[in-house]
């Protein structure tokens, strides 16, 4: 079974930068769409940004312009840039496997344990 591991997280000031990091225990990112998802206290998971197989991406409003999600398939490592960060960014950040069908995204597999991220202003 994959496991996701999310590392990078941290404490910083409002407009300070943080790059996440995911690591898959197996060759998965060259045949499987991922997704970057966050989760503040009280509210849903959401999807903050993913990118497909062949390197297209894609952007919640909110982080748009201001997170880039990449991947390194050699290195089974997709990555999180986020900039110009907000205390409404403050959030456990996951990753995980996606399937978009339309306009409709849909994570499978299990969760890893997130990384927390807290924007101070």
């Known amino acids: 079974q994959v496991q996701l591991v999310e590392s990078g997280g941290g404490l910083v000031q409002a407009g300070g930068s943080l790059t996440l990091s995911c690591a898959a225990s197996g060759s998965i990112f060259s045949t499987n769409a991922m997704g970057w998802y966050r989760q503040a206290p009280g509210k849903q998971r959401e999807l903050v940004a993913d990118?497909?197989?062949?390197?297209?991406?894609n952007y919640a409003d909110s982080v748009k312009g201001r997170f880039t999600i990449s991947k390194d398939n050699a290195k089974n490592m997709v990555y999180l840039q986020m900039n110009s960060l907000k205390p409404e960014d403050t959030a456990v950040y996951y990753c995980n496997r996606i399937i978009r069908t339309g306009s409709s995204v849909y994570s499978f597999g299990p969760w890893g344990q997130g990384a927390q991220v807290t924007v101070s202003s």
């Open positions: 990118i497909s197989t062949g390197g297209s991406t």
